[in-house]
């Protein structure tokens, strides 16, 4: 059972260097989400996709954060000029668009990348 | 400000207690889901409940969602150390995830 796999597990970085994080979501789930969490915290929305097309980003999503979903399979999600507020765990997630029943759609959730910026 | 509300934050119980663990909001939701999480490892699906009223059993856990669908409830029976976790209520606004708000989240501890 293949489920929804994140690389790299931990990143350490330095402040101002910029890092990527890959999602390769379940192979027949066509949405695609981001998430931070922070310790003590639930997790926040980012982005999301549907196939290849961003449809939402929330406001937390700063000019520094760009995600992509090129062939509509795996996700990279690019931090800029890291800053010690980026440190977090970031959580992808996937799913089927729902099919029209209020509240059937099901997130399944990676493992998440640990980044830590110094 | 949070727009989920979770209480208790953190709760450590003997194995065989029972407990519950509350998720208020003042907005309404079309639909509210129960996750856990284990420490470095991503949030798991428990169940979703969608109608004012509803309640919803999943072995020793029960789940009820809000007359007015801004509050929910997870009691857990005689609870063991598998319970152990982070659980987090999150409320759709509209039918997609996109709309997702997480609860602040309760730590459960349970100990022999």
């Known amino acids: 059972d293949t489920g929804v796999s994140q690389n790299p597990r931990h990143k350490i970085t330095k402040r101002g260097q910029n890092v990527t994080f890959r999602c390769d979501p379940i192979s027949e789930h066509n949405r695609l989400y981001w998430y931070r969490q922070t310790l003590g915290q639930g997790p926040e929305f980012l982005t999301y996709?549907?196939?290849?097309?961003?449809?939402?980003k929330s406001r937390l999503l700063s000019d520094r954060f760009s995600a992509e979903r090129p062939k509509g399979s795996f996700s990279t999600l690019e931090i800029q000029r890291t800053e010690q507020g980026d440190s977090a765990m970031y959580l992808c997630a996937s799913s089927v668009t729902p099919s029209g029943a209020r509240g059937n759609e099901k997130l399944f959730f990676g493992s998440g990348t640990q980044l830590s910026v110094l | 400000t949070q727009l989920l509300e979770q209480s208790p934050q953190f709760l450590s119980i003997q194995e065989g207690e029972n407990l519950t663990v509350y998720c208020n909001s003042s907005s309404v939701f079309s639909s509210l889901q129960w996750y856990r999480q284990e420490p470095g490892e991503g949030p798991v699906l428990l169940v979703t409940?969608?109608?004012?009223?509803e309640v919803k059993k999943l072995k020793r856990l029960t789940f009820q969602f809000g007359d007015a669908r801004k509050d929910s409830s997870l009691h857990i029976t005689a609870a063991q150390p598998g319970d152990t976790g982070l659980y987090l209520c999150?409320?759709?606004?509209?039918?997609?995830?996109?709309?997702?708000?997480f609860g602040t989240g309760t730590r459960l501890q349970v100990t022999l």
């Open positions: 409940v969608v109608t004012g009223g």
């Open positions: 996709f549907q196939n290849e097309a961003q449809l939402e």
């Open positions: 999150a409320g759709a606004l509209t039918g997609t995830a996109s709309k997702l708000t």
